[in-house]
């Protein structure tokens, strides 16, 4: 047997250095112990250790590792919004999958890694921001995408309903703020069959003997 296959003794692959041969497998190839630079002691398939193995498996794990903590963000919460971007577009079972990756919204190949992602948008990131397409009918690409918080995003969603207000045509949460009147007393008025042009009409006291559904002699909101 050693005289007509090859000797590899004290040779190195990778980080494997072959020992001795411990005999043959049913396939007539033979079987080498190896050495690993990590300490670990092995048998090698001959064909193996000449074609493929680098390591005892070290290497594999080590590579894993380090493509988990490159970053050093884990932890992050841009991360954390960027394995949501990346899982309401691309994870069937997601919840949001139906709104996005069902409605055809994808990720940029560039994004794909988190690295990217954060090098094109992380200057512009504060604490308590989340991801913002631009245009809700496009993808997750670096010129469409904008840091935003809460109530923008919620401005910005495709169901919103838009009033129109003497600011102009604004979502009912936008015309809250201008008009100094809560959301719910927008949307009960609208419920009531109020016109829009009484919509945002200001709250009066009872007291100041004022009723919110009447105009004053120019129409105007009084």
């Not at 919460?77 to 994870?91: D, F, I, T």
């Not at 990756?101 to 604490?127: H, L, P």
């Not at 009872?206 to 909101?221: M, P």
């Amino acid at each position: 047997m050693t005289n007509k296959r090859k000797d590899l003794t004290g040779q190195r692959f990778g980080r494997l250095t072959a020992l001795r041969c411990v005999g043959v497998n049913s396939s007539g190839n033979t079987i080498w112990q190896v050495h690993c630079d990590c300490g670990t002691i092995k048998e090698v398939v001959s064909t193996n250790l000449q074609r493929n193995s680098r390591s005892c498996g070290c290497l594999h794990r080590e590579l894993l590792r380090t493509r988990r903590i490159s970053h050093g963000m884990r932890k992050h919460p841009a991360y954390n919004v960027w394995r949501g971007m990346r899982k309401r577009c691309q994870l069937t079972r997601n919840a949001s999958y139906v709104n996005y990756g069902g409605r055809g919204i994808k990720v940029c190949r560039r994004w794909q890694k988190f690295e990217n992602f954060w090098a094109d948008m992380g200057a512009t990131y504060k604490s308590g921001l989340s991801i913002e397409r631009k245009n809700n009918a496009g993808d997750y690409t670096p010129h469409n995408c904008v840091w935003a918080d809460a109530f923008t995003q919620a401005n910005n969603r495709r169901t919103n309903v838009r009033i129109q207000t003497p600011w102009g045509s604004l979502t009912v949460a936008q015309a809250a703020r201008r008009s100094g009147l809560d959301k719910e007393t927008i949307y009960k008025r609208q419920e009531q069959g109020w016109s829009e042009e009484d919509l945002l009409r200001p709250l009066w006291s009872r007291k100041a003997g004022y009723n919110a559904r009447k105009r004053n002699e120019h129409g105007q909101f009084a």
